[in-house]
DNA sequence: AACGTGCCCAACCGCGGCAGT
DNA sequence: AACTGCCGCGGTTGGGCACGT
């Protein structure tokens, strides 16, 4: 059928949003929510089209975005999923609330993908089960980003961030920063924490199903939302004792559920588990090293 | 200091699915 | 049942930055 294009694109601006043009859209959803995305531009006076909008929210200024680095754990957790569920992006950050599938692409396409080809070449087929020997008694998956991550995260220059975020003044504590809710892996697991928890009403906007049976879609409950104060997000919000702890631990247990691992599990035995799962990647050069 | 190269990530594009009429 | 409109998803792109020479 003919489909219509997402917005007239004829006078509508393209490209990256502006400090004021994020500072409009905030305060608009702010204060209306965003119950229909193709009127939401024009009524907050914004020169962009819906689907621009939706973008710019959905990827950057929600509040409950998580911003920094992916954690060893977190990169692990993507790994496995992404073996379950393949490019279903959006199921994938379901999993990891705070992040978004755009966010999860990149890194996976940036990071995580090269780093898994690049091991698979240097090791060939044969080390697998060598390595799934050695894997027991190695250290499991700490905070090592891989080389071609070297430039410092983004979120650690919060000067640039936080300029054009004005709402977002404090980006959430990156992930290498120790986590206060009590999702930290013992010290012999892991040199690096679990992934933040994250403080939001947690309401699945998502039509499909399995995803909804995942769960923990990490998404503003808009309707609350729009009437409840904004406040700028800082240390306090992650660690603040309101916080809804949906760290590793029960995402473990969630996903242990669903992927047939233990789900009872001790610490030690979870990062077993990751362990063996990014065995199964190709994934232990790096952790052979730690 | 200037230039070239590679990488990262925010944003765009097009399509599919779903709900409403 | 057919059509329309909107939303959300996944793939792709290109601007900007960091690093190397």
New binding site residues.
Partial sequence: ????P?CE?EGL?????SPEEDERLVAYIRQHG??????LPRQAGLL?C???C???W???LRPDIKRGDFSADEEALIVRLHRELG?????IAAQLPGRT???I???W???IK?RLEEDREAAGGRRQQEDNKKARKSKPAAAKRSA???????AA?AD?DSAQRPFLTASSPGLSSSVSSGVTFSATATESTAAAAVSVSVSS????SS?RQLGAKAEMDMESFSSAEFPPIDEAFWSSPDVVDMGLGAMDEELAGLAGAPSSSTRDEDMAFWLNMLLEAGDMRDLSVL
Avoid: F, Q
């Fill in positions: 059928m003919g489909r219509a997402c694109k601006r393209r490209g990256a949003w965003h119950p229909n995305w193709r009127a962009r819906g689907k621009s939706r973008l710019r959905i990827n950057y490019n279903r992006w959006s199921a599938d755009n966010e692409k990149n890194v396409h940036t990071h090269k071609t991550a070297a430039k410092p995260p983004k220059g640039d906007g998502d039509n499909d995803h």
